[in-house]
């Protein structure tokens, strides 16, 4: 199994900047691929950016230019550092794993998922 477990949700302003954390635990060689998502409340959980086993990296297009998603491997830490935040960014973020490489953002296709963080714009 994986464990997944994020942090760094909060409050910000519009047009604040802000880094979530996803601490990855457990048999991480199964985490191939790692994604961000998120679900604010009354809409489905969407796909926010994703990055492989060889550091590719893919973002929606509503955050593009804004999010960026990294990992550290020593640390076996997945960030999302978001920027320009908007309102319409407030929802639950949550960090998922995949145990075969990135195929898109889909939410059936991530097998592992941690528990959300909050962040409220």
């Known amino acids: 199994h994986v464990q997944l477990v994020e942090s760094g949700g909060g409050s910000v302003q519009t047009g604040g900047s802000l880094r979530v954390s996803c601490a990855v635990s457990?048999?991480?060689?199964?985490?191939?691929?790692m994604a961000w998502f998120r679900q604010a409340p009354g809409k489905e959980r969407e796909g926010v950016a994703f990055v492989d086993g060889t550091g590719n990296t893919a973002v929606a297009d509503s955050v593009k230019g804004r999010f960026t998603i990294s990992k550290d491997n020593a640390k076996n830490t997945l960030y999302l550092q978001m920027g320009s935040l908007k309102p319409e960014d407030t929802a639950m973020y949550y960090c998922?794993?995949?145990?075969?490489?990135?195929?898109?953002?889909?939410?059936?296709?991530?097998?592992?998922w941690g528990q959300g963080t909050q962040v409220t714009v």
């Open positions: 998922a794993a995949r145990s075969r490489g990135c195929a898109g953002l889909s939410v059936n296709w991530f097998n592992y």
């Open positions: 457990g048999n991480t060689y199964r985490a191939a691929c």
